[in-house]
């Protein structure tokens, strides 16, 4: 096991794994930029070293003094958390070059992995259904012909992408061109790299995806789904596990089969493999998400199963101890997102208690939303044993949770999980007006 180890982030996600490491006695090391020498995850950690200027461009996205400062710090391995450079092929094989573990998949997984075009072959042969697309599309000539061939309407997608950049709804020919552009330049700006794709558009459906765990001894488990149907923008709001439009049957089926595609794929580590699921109950495989995500807290309400100290284990070589068998879903998790919606400072601060509610969040006294990161300021996640008892807990968490001097969007939480078409399960990624 690591005696130390680096978190190459800031945030919510940088004080949980700081907060695992603790649990398992192991020392951490915070990076920050000059925009976060006050942040939370600065003052947990044993050790900090300021990386660069306040653009990530400048700092969390640096590698080399990222390196540096775990060379520096005596660290062992280095773990990325989720976004930055957690997909990074390049950054994990620079921590190898380095004598540094980086925590997550090898970079000759990560690069056969990052394609998602590519990547639809491969798990096209281990049983599992994958919405009929196309690989990479380098001209709009190109995109003409592959889209007369799929039909309309179709999705254009960053075969780099996440996070929901990269992404166009393409519905008519006349569409074609603008969006293809605009996808183009989206994808090179925001992953360096601007290649697209196009697959089917699969209506009305909802995002459902699987958590997994494998280990380098090749045991591999499935921990269940998550429903994340309630996006705006592709951007994830809400999220519940189990998917309330999954019954145990189809469950069980879909475990079993993303059980044997990492298994025959070879992965190592936590990932997601993502879901379309169809009006008539089809699995429907999007891609595959090769690191933590951020929902990943309310697959750990619903299994007791701590994620991040199960990938710190098995980056360090520890088998899992658990089968298939073993895993116990039972109840219900459901997370809300609590994002600023403009900058500001917080002057105070009060979080919802009781048991089974946890609230995972970088938020201190004097904590200044800046314009350079991510919005999220926290994930509210509850947990009991009935779906309806989960919301009326999550009602009476959002009514207490406040955040004073920050315009945050917890009212709108409020008003999505009182929304009868939510309370009743049949919701779907048009929800929020997406299409």
């Not at 699995?283 to 701590?306: A, K, P, S």
């Amino acid at each position: 096991m690591f005696s130390k180890i680096l978190i190459a982030n800031r945030g919510e996600i940088a004080v949980r794994i700081i907060r695992a490491c603790k649990e398992m006695g192991v020392a951490t090391v915070a990076v920050y930029s000059e925009a976060d020498k006050n942040a939370l995850h600065v003052a947990l950690a044993d050790q900090s070293y300021c990386i660069g200027g306040p653009e990530a461009s400048e700092s969390y996205l640096n590698e080399n003094q990222i390196i540096s400062a775990a060379i520096l710090a005596g660290a062992q391995a280095i773990h990325p958390g989720y976004g930055f450079l957690s997909e990074n092929a390049h950054f994990a094989r620079l921590c190898r070059k380095n004598g540094l573990v980086f925590i997550g998949p090898d970079p000759e997984s990560m690069e056969q992995l990052s394609d998602k075009a590519i990547l639809k072959e491969r798990i096209r042969n281990t049983g599992l259904r994958v919405i009929p697309g196309t690989k990479a599309v380098f001209s709009i000539e190109d995109a003409r012909k592959a889209a007369q061939h799929i039909g309309y309407p179709l999705m254009l997608k960053a075969c780099a992408g996440g996070g929901g950049r990269g992404i166009r709804l393409i519905r008519t020919a006349e569409d074609l061109e603008e969006s293809y552009l605009q996808a183009t330049k989206e994808a090179l700006s925001a992953f360096g790299d601007g290649s697209v794709y196009l697959e089917k558009y699969i209506f009305p459906a909802r995002h459902v995806e699987l958590q997994i765990l494998a280990d380098e001894h090749g045991n591999a488990v499935c921990l269940g789904d998550r429903d994340c149907s309630l996006q705006r923008r592709n951007q994830k709001l809400i999220e519940e596990t189990p998917s309330p439009a999954v019954n145990t049957q189809q469950r069980n089926k879909i475990m079993e089969l993303a059980v044997h595609a990492v298994q025959k794929i070879g992965y190592v580590g936590a990932g997601t493999l993502e879901f379309l699921l169809d009006g008539d109950g089809n699995f429907w495989f999007m891609e595959m998400n090769v690191r933590l995500q951020v929902e990943h807290c309310v697959t750990e309400m619903l299994t007791g199963i701590d994620l991040v100290k199960w990938q710190i284990r098995i980056a360090a070589g520890i088998p899992l101890t658990f089968q298939q068998s073993d895993i116990r879903m039972q109840g219900s998790a459901i997370e809300c997102r609590i994002n600023a919606q403009s900058c500001g400072t917080l002057k105070m601060l009060h979080v919802p208690g009781g048991p089974s509610v946890r609230f995972d969040t970088c938020l201190i006294a004097g904590t200044t939303v800046s314009p350079y990161y991510d919005s999220l300021l926290g994930k509210l996640i509850v947990y009991a044993k009935t779906r309806e008892e989960t919301l009326r807990k999550m009602r009476a968490a959002l009514c207490e949770l406040v955040i004073d001097g920050i315009p945050t969007n917890i009212e709108e939480q409020l008003r999505i999980v009182e929304d009868e078409r939510f309370i009743s399960g049949n919701y779907d990624l048009i929800f929020m007006g997406n299409r």
